[in-house]
């Protein structure tokens, strides 16, 4: 019997708000999270979503998975796990895990000794924290790990936890990524190796385009088996229908140029959904404003879909509005993708103005745009590229 | 240093710490039980930490391996300081 993942519940916080639909309003409206070329959740506070014990035992990377995984679970209506706990798991990604707690506890290792480093300072920057506070808070039983493939790595996990339910490991997963690295250290490497934008705009496929702008968040989706789901009379939201990963094998930091791997994953995603190119309504692309990505995903799209497709289809980026979330990226773009899905409309690139040569897809550029009505199945993709070469892309169906 | 600190200065440090902790306030008291309070093993070892930033006072984890209630902590720093 086929096992299908649904998904029943959302939760995000990220620099447009707390809150998925806030996300999903705010960015198809047109607002902007990024201050001053820096996108942080500054309407984030820790104490509204955690107790103090809760505060003081994580780094802030988990503090936001875990105010998100709280909506996520409220929205799927889960007052209590509903099935045997040791069927749920937690399955977290995250490109760096607790880099501020790392380099806070560095800091007091050189300035008062070994002696006063924190006892909590390993397992609040540990990479897999997220997942496995998350899994005790909830008393979540089954599989918990953390995904790290840099801005794939929540792209990662929503695939992994969609395959763990479809194989039968779990009957329900909470999945996503969160990242908090806007730090003095994260934030001084990513400038030296020139990949954030020194002008601090995020206009992805736009000629002027010179790197990603800093942001953090979390975003998490509540998956369980299609058939548990409506027996127990569960709201659904949405279907993850296919999953692709690949790996470009070919530079630490850069893409393939003509975006050969990245294709691959969305011709894969495509396949596992059993979907043809011409049936997306919609994609949400990687769309960093990086020079390299955004070229080298135009290439991989117009080769996956077809150059006919790839023009027709409406193609944004999310990091238009909130900058670069890193290993909550994936995560939070798959909400963003499901929303948009639902409502039947693509939300615009922001700042985008300024084609640049060979980069000629419909960008969605002027304000959000409806999406074709009818009966056709509102499927899309997103595609999530990290650095090391990860390239993981997730076919997502809205609920009719 | 040690001379002039008293056990109550060491009661009232240690109870701060454990607001700290996110332990109630009005539940901490020298007969409390750190497991009813929520205060683990990780939460010990932080405030042997304390112990010996403020007073000089070496507490090792596995000093704090008996040491079940409020009174008893403080005790032992009192005893170590002395």
Known sequence: ?400 | MSTTVTKEQVEERIREALIEFGAEPDQISRDAEFEQLDVDSLDLVELAQISEDEWGVQVKGEDMEGIRTVGQAVDLVAERMS
Not at chain 1, 210 to 237: N, P, W, Y
Not at chain 1, 289 to 312: F, I, M, V, W, Y
Request: hydrophobic fraction near 40%.
């Open chain 1, 1 to 400: 019997m086929t096992r299908t993942p649904v998904i029943t519940g959302i939760g995000a916080v990220t620099p447009l708000g707390v809150g998925a639909r806030t996300l999903h309003e705010r960015w198809t409206a047109g607002a902007s999270g990024i201050e001053d070329g820096v996108a942080a959740c500054t309407e984030f506070e820790p104490t509204d979503h955690l107790s103090t014990k809760e505060v003081r035992r994580s780094d802030r990377f988990t503090q936001l998975a875990l105010a998100a995984a709280g909506e996520a679970l409220d929205d799927a209506g889960w007052d209590e796990p509903p099935y045997d706990r040791d069927r749920i798991g937690s399955v977290i990604g995250t490109g760096i895990g607790g880099i501020g707690t790392l380099e806070k506890q560095h800091l007091t290792l050189q300035e008062q000794g070994a002696e006063r480093v924190s006892p909590l300072a390993i397992p609040l920057l540990m990479a897999n924290a997220a997942a496995g506070v998350l899994a005790m808070r909830h008393g979540l039983e089954g599989q918990s790990f953390g995904t790290v493939s840099a801005c794939a790595a929540s792209s990662h996990s929503i695939g992994m936890s969609a395959r763990l339910i479809a194989y039968g490991d779990a009957d329900a997963v909470v999945t996503g990524g969160s990242e908090s690295t806007l730090t003095p250290l994260a934030t001084a490497a990513f400038r030296r190796m020139e990949a954030t934008s020194p002008s601090g705009i995020s206009r992805p496929f736009d000629r002027r385009r010179d790197g990603f702008v800093m942001g953090e968040g979390a975003g998490i989706l509540v998956l369980e088996e299609e058939s548990k789901a409506r027996e127990r009379g569960a709201r659904i939201l949405g279907y993850v229908r296919g999953y692709g990963a690949t790996s470009d094998a070919h530079h630490l930091t850069a893409p393939e140029p003509h975006g050969h791997g990245a294709a691959r994953a969305i011709e894969l995603a495509l396949a596992d959904a059993r979907f043809e190119p011409e049936e997306v309504l919609y994609v949400n692309a990687h769309g960093t404003s990086t020079p390299l990505n955004d070229r080298s995903e135009t290439e991989a799209l117009k080769a996956a879909l077809g150059e006919q497709q790839a023009h027709a289809v409406p193609v944004s980026s999310t990091k238009s509005t909130i900058g670069h979330l890193l290993g909550a990226a994936g995560a939070v773009e798959a909400i963003a993708t499901l929303l948009a899905l639902r409502d039947r409309v693509a939300p615009p690139t922001l700042n985008y103005e300024e084609p640049d040569e060979g980069l000629d897809l419909d960008y969605v550029p002027d304000g959000a745009r409806p999406l074709p009505n009818g009966d056709s199945p509102a499927i899309g993709i997103t595609n999530s590229f990290g650095f090391g070469g990860h390239n993981a892309v997730l076919c997502l169906e809205a609920a009719s």
